[in-house]
């Protein structure tokens, strides 16, 4: 009795494997534990391995790879709809084994040993730009207390901490003096390491061709591009640039009923990482049209003039996705289409 398609479960310690024969039958329905698993599926025969995509999804549908199994991903919320009834692991496992046979259903590409490396620098860079952030809104407020006001932005919080550092205290009580040359310490800090994260990115940059060819579009620049190599890889698991912008939460929610259209708000069902960066992306090119209108296309500038500054970095930002699936597909430069 050859099995051919199974259900697993991920986990940290505990795994169920759910797997059924080509009629349908269930062949076995047990839980493993993580030093039995590759062991188990190194007897088993080349199979259908369906697993949920999550954070160790990717590492072991590289390991089944290897042993000659067919390895697919599939996203939680697509599963659920499979679950019978209750909530357990044996049940999660079949509803995975149903799940990935379905032909409609939609997978997640699998992630290379290379992509989950840039990532990882991304996601440490991510943390330390956010600690950054909270650090500087917190000594906005407690030097607000003393009626001292840092200018906007992050680059004068920065400033106001080196000059703490280099001997200008403000006057403040003595405890407080000593609180904020800590606080400055940790703020200077933070941005020399914020710089080299920039600085390793823009070093993994240059080695990827697609990261290179993505940078020629408008408002992408070296983050981006790598950390949208690094998510979606070649782009060819989706079938047209409207799909990969669906997948980044950009395009609007459709609530259509009875033969009338309703769109609303975009999704944000993607990943808000990538979304986030290209949103920033083509908030820097409308700063750049109010100094250099001539360099951009007209068809932003008519955007603009017709719905608010926000509505319309959305919107360039949907734009330039499909604009990247285009190039990352094709292979190619980005270029411009001319009147």
């Known amino acids: 009795m050859q099995v051919t398609t199974v259900g697993l479960d991920l986990a940290k310690n505990i795994f169920q494997v759910h797997g059924i024969t080509a009629d349908g039958t269930v062949a076995f329905n047990r839980a493993l534990r993580r030093a039995q698993?590759?062991?188990?599926?190194?007897?088993?025969?080349?199979?259908?391995?369906?697993?949920?995509?999550?954070?160790?999804?990717?590492?072991?549908?590289?390991?089944?790879?290897?042993?000659?199994?067919?390895?697919?991903?599939?996203?939680?919320?697509y599963v659920k709809a499979y679950v019978k009834r209750g909530k357990s692991d044996a049940i999660d496992?079949?509803?995975?084994?149903?799940?990935?046979?379905?032909?409609?259903?939609?997978?997640?590409?699998?992630k290379s040993e290379e992509q989950q490396g840039?990532?990882?620098?991304?996601?440490?860079?991510?943390?330390?730009?956010?600690?950054?952030?909270?650090?500087?809104?917190?000594?906005?407020?407690?030097?607000?207390e003393f009626g001292i006001v840092i200018a906007q932005g992050v680059g004068s919080a920065v400033k106001f901490a080196r000059a703490v550092l280099d001997g200008e205290r403000p006057n403040i009580p003595e405890v407080a003096v000593d609180v904020l040359a800590n606080l400055s310490n940790q703020m200077v800090a933070l941005h020399l390491r914020i710089l080299w994260y920039d600085k390793r990115l823009q070093l993994e940059a240059r080695q990827d061709p697609r990261v290179m060819l993505l940078r020629t579009i408008p408002g992408v620049g070296p983050i981006t591009a790598s950390a949208i190599v690094a998510t979606a890889g070649d782009?060819?698991?989706?079938?047209?640039?409207?799909?990969?912008?669906?997948?980044?939460?950009?395009?609007?929610?459709?609530?259509?009923s009875g033969g009338k259209e309703k769109l609303g708000r975009?999704?944000?069902?993607?990943?808000?990482?990538?979304?986030?960066?290209?949103?920033?992306?083509?908030?820097?090119?409308?700063?750049?049209?109010?100094?250099?209108?001539?360099?951009?296309?007209?068809?932003?500038i008519a955007l603009l003039e017709r719905k608010s500054p926000r509505l319309a970095t959305v919107a360039m930002a949907n734009k330039t996705a499909r604009i990247v699936w285009a190039v990352l597909t094709r292979n190619e430069y980005y270029r411009p289409r001319v009147a």
């Open 37 to 77: 698993l590759l062991e188990f599926f190194e007897k088993l025969e080349p199979c259908l391995i369906g697993m949920e995509a999550c954070g160790s999804g990717h590492h072991w549908a590289r390991q089944f790879q290897k042993l000659g199994h067919e390895a697919r991903l599939m996203p939680a919320m």
């Open 93 to 110: 496992a079949e509803a995975i084994c149903e799940a990935v046979t379905r032909p409609t259903m939609r997978f997640v590409a699998i």
């Open 118 to 144: 840039v990532l990882f620098l991304h996601r440490a860079r991510d943390m330390v730009v956010r600690q950054r952030t909270q650090l500087s809104n917190m000594l906005r407020g407690l030097l607000g």
């Open 235 to 256: 782009g060819h698991q989706f079938r047209n640039g409207r799909e990969f912008a669906a997948w980044l939460g950009l395009t609007p929610l459709n609530r259509s």
């Open 266 to 300: 975009i999704s944000k069902m993607g990943d808000r990482y990538v979304r986030r960066l290209l949103v920033a992306g083509m908030t820097a090119r409308l700063r750049q049209m109010k100094i250099n209108p001539e360099r951009v296309d007209p068809w932003a």
